[in-house]
C-alpha cells in the first residue's frame, strides 16, 4: 500500500529543509493532507498553487564540485509536483534570466498555449517577466516539466542547464502493491563538444538493421568525410548525478530487508541514453513513460533515453551496501549512481555488473494482441548531414530540417483518427522520437510486433525502423522531434496540424 502522498505544503517545507540531498524525493511517510485551500485562492485570482522561479544559482553536485546552472526554484531537480488528475491547477512561473523560457509539461494531453513549445504557439515566458498558467492535469501518472527552448551552439541553454523536475499525476484510484516510492533523476552537467564519438546502442533489441538504410546512410557519411569534412559535433559531459548528487556524496537510500520500493526513474539529460542496475537485484517494470504496462515484467536493469521514464519496484531481498548506477564504467566513476544501504550492514558501496541483457520494448507489450488498423500511414525518413551546419550535424525528416523560417507543419491529421508513423533511420545515431500533446502505442520495433506499450518517447536505433501509432484527439499544432537537444536544434522536428 503507497504511504508517500506529498501535499503541495509538505513538498514545500521538505525541499527547503532537504535541498541539495539525494533523499529529496523519497516521499515517507507523509500522510495526505487536503488540497482545496489553495485551490480556491487561485480560482478567484489570489496565489497559485505551485510557484517555479527560473534563475541561475550554483548546485553543489558534490563537495567542492559547484556548478553553476540554471534552475527551478534554486535546486535541482526541481521541485517534485504532484497534482491530481482531473483538478484543476495554477501556476506562476517567474523568469529571472535575460531570455526568454519556455516550460513543457511532457507527457501531459493540454492545450497549445500551455504546453510549453514556442513551435505549437505557446507564448514565451518573457525575460524578468512571469506567465501564470492554469490547466487540467492528465493523464495520471510519472510525467515531468523542462525547459523547451532552443539552445543551438550554447551549451549554457535549453536541456543542458538544471531546468528539469518530475511531476507525478496522482490517479482517482492508486492501488500500489508496494511500500515506499523513490524518484530519481539522471543527469549529467559540464557540457562540451567533440567531435564525432560513438553513441552505445548494441543494448537494443532486436538488433536488426536495414541494408538499405545502413547503405544510404554511410555513403551519405563517406561522401561528406571524402570532402574533407570533420564529423560533427557530439556533446559529452564532465559531471554525472542521481537527483543531483554524484555517487558517494549524496545521502544513501536507506532500505529495509523485505521492504518493496518502487522506482520512478527519469533521464533527464539533454542528449544521452541512460542505464540503472542494482546488484544482486531485479527491476519488475510496472510503468513506462508513466502509463502502466499490459502486465509486470522483471528486468536485471534498465535502460532509457533521453526523456524516457521507468518505473519499476525493487524487492530488497539482498542485504548489503550496494551501488545503483549506470552500467556504462566510466559514467558511472565519475558520478552516475547512488548508494543503497539496508540497515544495519556496514563497509564500503559495492559494484557487480549485471550479465549482459538486451532492452527489447516488445517485451513489455502483448506480442500476440492485434492492434486496430490505422487510418492513414505517415513515412518517414531520418537522416544526417554531416557537420553541414557550421561544424554540427543537420538533421532532416524526409529530407527537409525543421528551421525558425521553415517551421509549417509537414503532416496533417483529422480529429478522432488513428495515424501510423512509419519510422526509418538513415542513421547511425539512436532517436529519441517524442510526439508533443499526445501518447502512442508501439506497434513494431525491427519487425516484432507489440500492442500495449503507451508511451511518449521511444528510442529508435541506428539503420533501424520502427512504427508507432497515435490517436488524433487533442487538436492544436503538435511537435514531433527528436529528444536529443543537439538534434532537435538542427532540424529533427516536425509540426502536426489538425484540419
Ligand atoms: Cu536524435
Known sequence: ???????????????????????????????????????????????ADYTLTIAVKPVELAPNRIVSTTTYNGQFPGPLLRFQEGKSVTIDIHNQTDTPEQLHWHGQFLSTDVDGAAEEGTPFIPPHGSRRITFVPKPSGYRFYHTHVHAGANLGAG??????????????????????EVFLTLKEFEATYSRGGDMAMDFLSPATTVKELKDSGENAMNASLAKGMPHGFEVGYGSFTINGRMLGSGEPIRVKPGERVLFHVLNGSATEIRSLALPGHTFTVVAMDGNPIPKPVAVPGLWLGTAERVSAIVEMNHPGIWILGDMADDDRQHGMGTVVEYTGQQGKPRWVAPKPFRWNYTQFGNPEAAVPAPDQV?????????????????WTINGVAFAEDHMQPMFRVQQGKRYRLRMRNASDDIHPIHLHRHSFELTRASGQQSSGVIKDVVMLGGYQEMEIDFVADNPGLTLFHCHQQVHMDFGFMALFEYV
Open 1 to 47: 500500500m503507497p504511504t508517500s502522498r506529498f501535499s503541495r505544503r509538505d513538498f514545500i517545507t521538505a525541499a527547503g529543509t532537504l535541498a541539495g540531498g539525494s533523499l529529496l524525493y523519497q516521499a515517507v511517510g507523509c500522510k495526505p493532507s487536503a488540497m482545496s485551500g489553495t485551490k480556491e485562492a487561485a480560482s478567484s485570482g489570489g496565489p
Open 159 to 180: 536541456q543542458y542547464t538544471g531546468l528539469v523536475g518530475p511531476v507525478y499525476i496522482e490517479p482517482k484510484n492508486n492501488p500500489g502493491n508496494y511500500d515506499r
Open 378 to 394: 505517415f513515412d518517414m525518413i531520418f537522416a544526417k548531414d554531416n557537420a553541414a551546419e557550421g561544424g554540427f550535424n543537420r
